[in-house]
């Protein structure tokens, strides 16, 4: 089975698309619960990597290594390591409470918008565990689909516009590092004489700095669109506001990371010296987007706008800590990857629990409403408390290690990086006293029903994983450690191989795999 989990994994929501095919329309309740189950039971299947993963190896893991077209070189190749690891278990456990989301806030063409999500789950875990470029390109590009459709179908008054502007927007990016990769592909036949979209023979190709420079900037411009990265986050407010709560929480919880992963996966150890060069320009448009998101969130008079440009300052946060360049920032940065995803998309819950019931987002129109909805006052504490990182909450844990990691590299990133912790706790804290103390002044807040079990089990497990990594992130970090130690090595080797030729040679060593090939 080993071989075979991440096919399983990637592939079981398609399963769940053709048992709902032939389900009737008039049946949605049927349709929410295949989909459901099959979510379910996709990521208890993930949960066998977690816990069959072996933390002391850097080693690719649950490798499945097939010949696809080989005239192209292409394979059908896949393997997870400690980065990847948690992406995956985010994407699974975020689909399941997604979908649990929907059980009322989605009445009309229930078919189409379980068959978008399942879909969109396949392309955001095929992103995560795909070693093939042109494999993982594939998954790239298909994930926009049910995206699309998520937004324009399902979306808010302005859905046409937020989702055009999504797509040409990640069409920009993704057309460049297609370019890429067809001009890495034949950069690796002229090094090697062998025509292969293997990642890992790329890792062992060094390239000269001029061919780095180019192919970096082709692949951290399609990445920085999607993390948003400052000044290229103009789609995600509109597409969060605009697209219903589901759509949010895999937006901000998922598609966000597949570019923070992607400086990972890609630009580090393909171009590290390109990558070591692109650090003031990237800390600097980091910087500006952790402090311009926390402002811009500031004066925001719509909930879910707000929670918005949050990301844009947390996922800054990220950004930084992958150019700090150091083990501790790095795993900071992979860590704040999973707490956003976690904060955020339980952000964007909260505000679609509190829509269904008075179908408004604006910030005046509340008030008072912990007297009238006390547990959901109380689960929104504690989130809100996790986003701005409070000690004993995941948030801390992600933003004290970049923080660190900055100081190592740059005192001033580190000082600057602070402050938007400050701010973050202004903008949210203000928030929430707004929307939850004071007055009931407004007739129609004075019969709000509080949570019921449904909305309870959502959230439950979401708030057990905020306390679980903020007190205790061992095993999360222990399991991702080896893989951080090794990329930064690979870079190393790298740099120093182009130091002694200019012009670009080939390494031998790179990270281990075990390959399995069927025959």
Not at 102 to 126: D, H, P, Q, R, Y
Not at 169 to 189: D, K, R
Request: contains cysteine; aromatic residues 14%; proline residues 4%.
């Amino acid at each position: 089975m080993e071989s075979w989990i991440l096919t399983i994994v990637t592939f079981l929501p398609l399963v769940g698309i053709f048992l709902i095919l032939p389900v009737s329309r008039t049946k949605p309740n049927l349709v929410r619960q295949i989909a459901l189950g099959v979510s379910v039971l996709t990521f208890l299947f993930s949960l066998y990597l977690y816990f069959n993963f072996d933390s002391a190896t850097a080693d690719f893991q649950f490798v499945i290594n097939v010949p696809w077209i080989k005239s192209l070189g292409i394979s059908y190749f896949m393997g997870i390591d400690g980065i990847s690891l948690f992406l995956i278990l985010l994407t699974t456990f975020l689909t399941v409470v997604s979908i649990l989301s929907t059980w009322t806030a989605v009445t009309e063409k229930v078919k189409g918008f379980m068959i978008s999500m399942l879909l969109l789950e396949t392309g955001m875990i095929g992103v995560f565990v795909a070693l093939d470029l042109f494999l993982f390109y594939v998954f790239w590009e298909a994930m926009l689909i049910p995206m699309y459709f998520l937004i324009g179908i399902w979306g808010g008054p302005r859905r046409i516009y937020a989702t055009i502007k999504f797509v040409l927007f990640t069409l920009f990016g993704s057309l460049l590092m297609l370019v890429a990769i067809i001009v890495l592909y034949f950069l690796q036949h002229s090094y090697t004489g062998v025509y292969t979209f293997n990642l890992l023979e790329m890792y062992k190709v060094v390239l000269p700095y001029g061919a780095q420079f180019w192919l970096f900037y082709a692949f951290a411009l399609a990445f920085a669109i999607k993390v948003p990265l400052f000044p290229f986050h103009t789609w995600l407010p509109d597409a969060h506001v605009e697209a219903p709560t589901a759509g949010s929480v895999i937006l901000a919880g998922v598609l966000l990371k597949m570019g923070t992963y992607g400086f990972l996966r890609f630009c580090l150890p393909l171009f590290p010296d390109a990558y070591q060069s692109a650090i003031p320009l990237i800390s600097i448009l980091a910087l500006i987007g952790i402090i311009y998101g926390a402002m811009v969130a500031m004066v925001q008079k719509d909930v879910k706008s707000l929670v918005a440009y949050s990301s844009v300052s947390h996922l800054g946060f990220v950004m930084l800590g992958l150019f700090a360049l150091n083990v501790q920032s790095v795993q900071g940065g992979i860590l704040q990857m999973i707490n956003h995803g976690i904060s955020t998309g339980a952000l964007f819950l909260l505000v679609g629990m509190i829509y269904e019931r008075r179908h408004t987002r604006l910030i005046e129109d509340f008030g008072g409403v912990a007297k009238v909805m006390p547990i959901f006052a109380a689960f929104f504490m504690i989130v809100t408390l996790s986003s701005i990182g409070l000690p004993g909450t995941n948030g801390f844990i992600g933003e004290f290690l970049i923080i660190l990691g900055a100081f190592k590299s740059n005192v001033v990133y580190a000082i600057l990086a602070a402050l938007g912790v400050i701010l973050a706790a202004i903008y949210m804290l203000w928030m929430y006293q707004r929307v939850f103390f004071g007055k009931v002044d407004k007739p129609a807040n004075e019969k709000l029903l509080d949570l019921n079990l449904r909305e309870k089990l959502i959230l439950v497990p979401l708030v057990i994983l905020i306390f679980w990594i903020g007190l205790y992130p061992k095993p999360y970090l222990s399991k991702m450690e080896k893989s951080v130690t090794s990329l930064f090595e690979l870079a190393g080797q790298k740099s120093q191989a182009l130091e002694n030729n200019p012009a670009g040679t080939l390494i031998s060593k790179t990270l281990n795999v075990k390959q399995y090939s069927l025959k």
